[in-house]
């Protein structure tokens, strides 16, 4: 089956400070990759959808200023919070999809941020 | 938008019965839909899906029906053991040729008792 990656697994950092997560799928082509998050004990809420080579499109209530979102290649995304605040510690697990037989959604492992 | 609602939140069953989750959806354009399990701190595992071409799909112990008149579907686990124990998601979407957003439900907390 498809693979997908993400580094760091977890991160702890001070507030104020920014991080970047990075999403790679492995052996395969993903021309939408999608991120979430979750805090603990509820549903997976998606942030953001991006194409490769688009700008991302946000949903209502996240802030694209903050949450920065970059589809560069076929094979990776990344995601960096700006300014990260206590408020923004959560599970954030990215997904990866393609064309033909890769067209569900592909989860990656999560990277556990976590703001002091 | 879409909007999914998951029943019920937590669930206890006794470890060789059977325990079923339904879900509600409310964008009659939506034609997938996957069941996730998500163990603690793990990544979603897609477990099964369903399309709206058809009612019912079965996979060993696991089998999901779908009502597109009422716009519901539904997980059903039988002959539980000890390791279905986890947190399962449904999620729905429009299948498209690539990049399908899912929406997904509030999570059933599922524990199986030895």
């Known amino acids: 089956g498809a693979v997908v990656s993400q580094h760091p697994s977890w991160v702890i950092c001070k507030s104020g400070t920014s991080v970047k997560i990075e999403c790679r799928s492995l052996?395969?082509?993903?021309?939408?990759m999608f991120w979430y998050r979750q805090f603990p004990k509820q549903s997976l809420m998606l942030m953001a959808t991006?194409?490769?080579?688009?700008?991302?499109?946000?949903e209502q209530g996240v802030e694209k200023d903050k949450f920065l979102i970059n589809h560069a290649s076929l094979t990776l995304s990344t995601l960096t919070v700006t300014s990260a605040h206590p408020e923004d510690s959560s599970f954030y697990i990215c997904?990866?999809?393609?064309?033909?037989?890769?067209?569900?959604?592909?989860f990656g492992p999560g990277t556990r941020l976590t703001v002091l | 938008g879409e909007n999914v609602e998951q029943h019920p939140s937590t669930l206890s069953v006794q470890e060789g019965d059977s325990a079923v989750i339904k879900c509600t959806y409310s964008d009659s354009a939506s034609n997938y839909f996957p069941w996730y399990k998500q163990e603690l701190g793990k990544r979603p595992q897609l477990i099964i899906d369903i399309r709206s071409n058809v009612g019912e799909k079965k996979d060993q112990r696991i089998a999901v029906t779908l009502n597109k008149t009422a716009k519901h579907f539904s997980l059903h686990i039988t002959e539980t053991q000890p390791e279905d124990s986890a947190v399962y998601f449904c999620a729905a979407s429009t299948f498209k040729a690539a990049g399908n957003k899912l929406t997904f439900g509030g999570g059933t907390r599922v524990l199986v008792k030895p």
């Open positions: 991006s194409n490769e080579g688009s700008k991302a499109t946000y």
């Open positions: 997904s990866a999809s393609g064309t033909g037989p890769y067209n569900e959604q592909f």
């Open positions: 052996d395969f082509q993903a021309t939408t």
